[in-house]
C-alpha cells in the first residue's frame, strides 16, 4: 500500500496509511512510527499513530518542512520490507452486556437512534443478521479483538475484530451523538468496538459495561499503579461475558485493589493470522486460558 502525506500547517504531516482500517494498515503504520523513533529524527516532538494514519509533528526550526517530508518518504520503504510481527499480550475483559446503567442512558435518548423502539444490542443483532441477542453476545464476545488505536478520549482503545470480513460486526453511530455515556461502557461504532473510559458525550452503540478500571490519573487502581493508562496499540482482547452477581463482585474486588486481569505475554504474526485466521486464534486463547 502507498502512504499520502499532507502538510497541516507549519508543524504537522498527516500520513494515510490506507483508506480503511485493516491489520495491515495498523502494521505499516507501526512499522513506519517505529522507524521515525529509532531515527530520532531532529526536530520531532511527537509522534500520534491512528487506525490507518499517523501523526508527526515538528519543530520547522530545527528540520525544513520539505526535509521532514523527505525522511517519512525514506521511511516507508524501511516500513514495506519489515515483519508484520509483534511481541504483545492478549487481555480478558469483563463485560456485564445489557446492563442496567447503559440501558437507561440509551432510553433517554432514543429520539437520536436509528431504532428508537428496540436497544441498542437488539438493533445491532437484526442489522447484523441474528437470530436474537444471545448470538449477537457469542458473535461479539467469540473471538478476540485488536487495539489499534488508543487515544480520542484518554485511555479509550478502539479494537478491531479479528475474524475475517464476511464475519465482522457492522453497526452504524447513533444519527446523532447523545450527552451522556456510563464510564465502562463498552460501544460499538463503525467496525470497532470501544471502551470509553470516562463519561462523556458519545455516540458508539451502548452494549454493555466492565467493572474494568483502564484510566485512572490518580493511579489508585492496583493493576495502574505503573502507568495511568491500561491499553497500548498492539493488545488483544477477549471479552468475557459475565453476570451482574460476577459484576458486582469484580467492582467489589477493584475497590479492594485485588482485582487482576487476566492476561498473557504472546507473538502475533499477521502472516500466520492471514494463512489460518480461526486456528491463530484460538491459539491465543489456548495462552490465555493457560496465563
Not at 92 to 116: A, C
Amino acid at each position: 500500500m502507498s502512504c499520502r502525506y499532507t502538510f497541516g500547517g507549519d508543524e504537522h504531516i498527516f500520513v494515510e496509511v490506507d483508506e480503511a482500517m485493516s491489520l495491515e494498515a495498523f502494521f505499516t503504520s507501526l512499522s513506519m512510527t517505529n522507524a521515525v523513533r529509532e531515527a530520532k529524527i531532529k526536530g520531532v516532538t511527537e509522534i500520534c499513530p491512528a487506525n490507518a494514519s499517523f501523526q508527526i509533528k515538528f519543530n520547522p526550526d530545527e528540520i525544513h518542512p520539505d526535509d521532514m517530508m523527505a525522511e517519512l518518504k525514506r521511511l516507508e520503504a524501511t516500513a514495506e520490507s519489515a515483519e508484520a510481527k509483534l511481541d504483545t499480550r492478549i487481555v480478558e475483559i469483563p463485560v456485564y452486556y445489557q446492563d442496567p446503567w447503559t440501558h437507561e442512558t440509551l432510553m433517554r435518548f432514543r429520539e437520536r437512534h436509528q431504532d428508537p423502539n428496540a436497544s441498542d444490542i437488539e438493533y445491532a443483532a437484526r442489522i447484523n443478521g441474528y437470530d436474537s441477542v444471545e448470538d449477537f453476545i457469542k458473535a461479539h464476545s467469540g473471538a478476540p479483538w485488536f487495539v489499534s488505536m488508543v487515544g480520542f478520549v484518554s485511555g479509550l482503545p478502539f479494537l478491531y475484530q479479528m475474524v475475517d470480513r464476511q464475519r465482522q460486526i457492522q453497526v452504524p453511530k447513533y444519527l446523532r451523538p447523545r450527552t451522556d455515556t456510563p464510564k465502562l461502557t463498552v460501544g460499538y461504532g463503525g467496525s470497532f468496538s470501544c471502551i470509553y473510559s470516562v463519561r462523556g458525550a458519545g455516540g458508539y452503540q451502548m452494549f454493555g459495561i466492565t467493572p474494568m478500571p483502564i484510566f485512572d490519573p490518580q493511579q489508585h487502581v492496583s493493576y495502574l499503579k505503573d502507568f495511568m493508562v491500561f491499553f497500548k496499540p498492539g493488545d488483544i482482547v477477549k471479552w468475557k461475558p459475565i453476570t451482574r452477581e460476577e459484576y458486582d463482585a469484580d467492582v467489589a474486588a477493584v475497590e479492594a485493589g485485588t482485582f487482576m486481569p487476566r492476561m498473557a505475554e504472546v507473538t502475533f504474526s499477521l502472516d500466520d493470522f492471514n494463512a489460518d485466521i480461526d486456528g491463530t486464534n484460538a491459539k491465543l486463547m489456548e495462552a490465555l486460558n493457560a496465563g
